[in-house]
């Protein structure tokens, strides 16, 4: 059986099911980055040694081993997750290791000064971070974001190894019924590509939002 245009809403059907892994994925990934990447920062070694731990442990193991962990090991010890828990949890986890660099890096990227000022202006640390770092801190954060984001889409075909059905695995499905692995793989690929530049050109527009306060630092 060869391919036909019926098979198309199948792989489309899953785009829905990649969207949300991205969405929510990335929300963690978010939140993850600016604990992990703040505790790093902190003077208090009870915060700056596990988020150090917690970091290297996620960049340096396979996030497929991570993701058979979540969804076959975990339930040996009473923790069960669906697939698709697995799949968030382990999507925001390890890209909201990665992004942990993003944000510790453009926190130390500020001028010394910064620091001083704030002193000097007795402002309480909650207003330093507010009105003063990050105002100044998120536009070096987002370009690198976005690469980190990007990088959370394409990631998100793992789940298809845990029979998730994103696009990779409706792709899959389709080849084994029609036999070819051509059409299937470069329609998903196409897909891939749109929703990357979707993604791309949305956080580009908050990073445009954010340019006045760049410009203004400098």
């Known amino acids: 059986m060869s ?3 019926e098979f198309l809403p199948v792989i489309l059907a899953g785009v829905v099911l990649t969207i949300k892994l991205t969405l929510l994925g ?3 990934a ?3 980055a600016f604990a992990v990447g703040f505790a790093r920062l902190s003077k208090a070694a009870c915060l700056r040694i596990p988020a150090r731990l917690f970091m290297e442990f996620f960049r340096g193991t396979s996030m497929i081993v991570q993701l ?3 969804y076959f090991v975990l339930p040996l010890v009473g923790v069960s997750l669906t697939p698709f828990q697995a799949g968030v949890l382990i999507l925001g986890l390890n890209s909201g290791a990665y992004m942990s660099e993003i944000v510790r890096g453009g ?3 500020l001028p010394r000064e910064q620091y001083e000022a704030c002193i000097a202006l007795n402002l309480g640390r909650w207003q330093r971070l507010r009105y003063v770092f990050l105002p100044q801190a998120l536009p070096l954060m987002i370009p690198p974001f976005s690469n980190s984001a990007v ?3 394409k990631s998100t075909s793992i789940v298809s190894l845990i029979s ?3 696009i990779t695995f409706r792709a899959q499905t389709v080849r084994t019924q029609t036999g070819d692995a051509t059409v299937p793989f470069i329609t998903i690929l196409i897909i891939y590509f749109a929703l990357a530049m979707i993604l791309s050109t949305l956080i580009s527009s908050a990073e445009r939002r954010f340019k006045p306060t ?3 630092r400098v």
Do not use: G, K, R, Y
């Open 3 to 5: 391919f036909s245009i």
């Open 26 to 28: 990335s929300l963690l």
């Open 30 to 32: 978010t939140v993850v």
């Open 68 to 70: 058979f962990w979540a």
């Open 107 to 109: 926190m130390l990227a």
């Open 151 to 153: 990088e959370l889409l």
């Open 164 to 166: 998730l059905s994103d």
């Open 214 to 216: 760049s410009s203004a």
